[in-house]
């Protein structure tokens, strides 16, 4: 049986996700995250004694680039994407600390 | 009240001189204008790709194997996962699971002598924007020029008893790194950062007691106040039968105190996973090999071979490969020179001198080796005086000036004219009827007046030697 998400579980992801859900929506989210993890409690199934974790698919390794400036200046490109800018800099709502 | 001991271990960030950023090609130039070192890969845009920078690996095997650590000869990257704006990607590129090293040690010395702090491990990751409150509009500002410039955190165990042996260690680490050529570890720029963990427990009961980590530290000062201060307040807490909390403090050097960080900015649950992005590093045999035939001489061994070969004190020794830096420029004039002790004095006396008068940093220090050898040789030469060759070296100190030119065109050097010798001593003796007389009849403290005399009227530019060798002649002259 796949882990209960239950309100602490919900409470923590919402903090972790910086998500604020209430009600109706809050409800939903849990439903859908019961569902997924469910979904995944399949793999208990296998037998994976004496395999080892995979993290990577392709098995290449040592991909590297040498130590030389490629990019210049691309200030106005990246902060067209922003939606608001103040002094070439990215503006975001206020942080604490 | 009982006796209490203190019990430090360290994280310490240094930033990694490399000329780009650990998975992209930005320069990493310190001070440039906000976001003029950004492309999708450091600002987080969706589908960029990190293709991981040689130099990084590079450096952190440097650095592991100086601190006599055990390399992870396959090593990969993890994903710290959090929310925050001077983190664009959302999780920050670090290692977890498979740091590149662990497992060392360096040696630092105390006024209570030797002592050996473990390295528990050090791991190469990324850094973070820059975040600045903007008091008009009451917002965050963000630049992310900073965002993935390469780190290593070296992380210690909890080996320092007291601010005394963590400043030792910090210093030991910054000396190391410099040499290594691996960081130039400023701690006011933030290319080194420590963050202290301290718990205190009562001395002997071998029961350590919860401890907390202090953020937010930007110099020895700060460091040593905040572990006294924070060892304090752990202290009256238990004192008061209060637990002490595991959490995050972050120092103030201007209130002096810390305070706890909100628990929403110390989210302790990052959910790290392997990066996919990321193919893994495998560390052959031959790279950890060459590496080591590659290390540079670090400061113990120059420090025995200076006074070994060289023939230096301890004391100068010691003085002299405190910086990296000012160790190499030693070496070059001593090697253009070819007069190791003269040069020793010259760095222990006027370039320290200097560096203290000027308040700046011995990193700092640029003029060109071959002009100070220049000079000491012409002092040997007695083509200068040692008192006009420290004028002289002021000028080669602040703007790199070649000593001849300018000892030319100041008319500084040694006069070797015995015509103009003559002509000065004889306007001198002209000028001092009084004191010539008594000079003569042999009133021996009269001498010195007139050497005086002969030394201001040549700026001195005569060796001294040779004015009271031209006085005794006129004296003997006058007897006669
Ligand atoms: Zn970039």
Redesign the pocket.
């Known amino acids: 049986m796949a882990k209960i998400i239950d309100d602490e579980t919900m409470e923590n992801v919402c903090l972790l996700a910086k998500l604020s859900l209430e009600g109706e929506e809050r409800e939903a989210a849990r439903a859908e995250m019961q569902k997924m993890l469910t979904y995944v409690e399949k793999l208990d199934q296998l037998d994976t004694e004496g395999t080892e974790p995979l993290s990577h698919i392709f098995g290449s390794e040592n991909v590297f680039r040498e130590d030389e400036i490629v990019?210049g200046n691309q200030k106005d490109a990246m902060l067209f994407h922003a939606p608001r800018t103040k002094d070439g800099q990215y503006h975001v709502p206020k942080t604490i600390g | 009240m009982k006796q209490y001991e203190t019990v430090i271990g360290l994280e310490v960030h240094i930033e990694l001189a490399t000329k780009?950023?650990i998975?992209?090609?930005?320069s990493t130039e310190f001070g440039g204008e906000p976001n003029t070192?950004?492309?999708?890969?450091?600002?987080g845009m969706p589908g960029a790709l990190p293709v991981l920078n040689r130099q990084v690996v590079e450096f952190a095997l440097k650095a592991g194997i100086a601190a006599n650590c055990q390399i992870n000869q396959l090593c990969r990257f993890d994903r710290k996962n959090y929310f925050y704006p001077d983190n664009p990607q959302n999780y920050q590129i670090s290692q977890l699971y498979l740091p590149v090293c662990h497992d060392g040690w360096i040696e630092i010395e105390t006024s209570a002598g030797k002592k050996k702090i473990r390295i528990h491990e050090m791991h190469m990751e990324e850094d973070a924007g820059k975040l600045i409150h903007d008091e008009w509009e009451d917002c965050s500002l963000v630049d992310?020029n900073r965002?993935?410039v390469p780190l290593i955190e070296i992380v210690s165990e909890p080996d320092m008893r007291s601010a005394e042996e963590v400043i030792s260690y910090l210093d030991k680490l910054r000396c190391m790194m410099q040499y290594l050529g691996v960081s130039d570890c400023k701690l006011q720029e933030g290319s080194m950062r420590a963050d202290v963990n301290l718990s205190v427990c009562e001395a002997g009961s071998g029961v350590w007691g919860t401890r907390t980590e202090m953020k937010n530290l930007n110099s020895f000062k700060a460091i040593t106040r905040a572990i006294e201060a924070e060892r304090e307040r752990q202290i009256e807490l238990l004192e008061m039968g209060k637990p002490v909390i595991q959490e995050t403090r972050r120092w103030d050097d201007n209130k002096e105190s810390s305070r706890a960080m909100r628990s929403k900015e110390d989210a302790r649950d990052y959910r790290y996973f392997p990066d996919p992005d990321l193919p893994p590093v495998h560390i052959s045999d031959e790279w950890i090999q060459r590496i080591r035939n590659t290390q540079p001489e670090l400061r113990e061994e120059k420090q025995q071979r200076y006074q070994d070969e060289l023939g230096l004190s301890d004391y100068d020794a010691r003085v002299l490969t405190e910086s990296a830096h000012l160790a190499a420029l030693f070496e070059k004039t001593a090697e253009l020179s070819q007069n190791p002790k003269k040069t020793a004095a010259w760095f222990m006396g006027e370039v320290l001198r200097l560096i203290k008068e000027y308040g700046t940093e011995p990193e700092k220090v640029c003029f060109s080796p071959k002009h100070l050898a220049r000079l000491i040789c012409m002092v040997e030469e007695k083509k200068v005086s040692p008192a006009n060759a420290k004028k002289v070296f002021e000028h080669i100190f602040d703007e790199d000036t070649d000593p001849e030119a300018f000892v030319r065109e100041h008319g500084l050097g040694i006069v070797q004219d015995a015509d103009l010798l003559q002509r000065v001593l004889q306007k001198v003796l002209a000028e001092n009827p009084g004191p010539l007389s008594e000079l003569l009849g042999g009133k021996e403290k009269v001498f010195g007046f007139f050497v005086g005399q002969m030394m201001r009227e040549l700026k001195g530019t005569a060796s001294p030697e040779a004015v009271r060798e031209a006085l005794m002649e006129e004296i003997k002259k006058n007897r006669r």
């Open positions: 990019n | 780009t950023k998975f992209c090609g930005c070192h950004t492309c999708p890969v450091c600002a992310y965002s993935g």
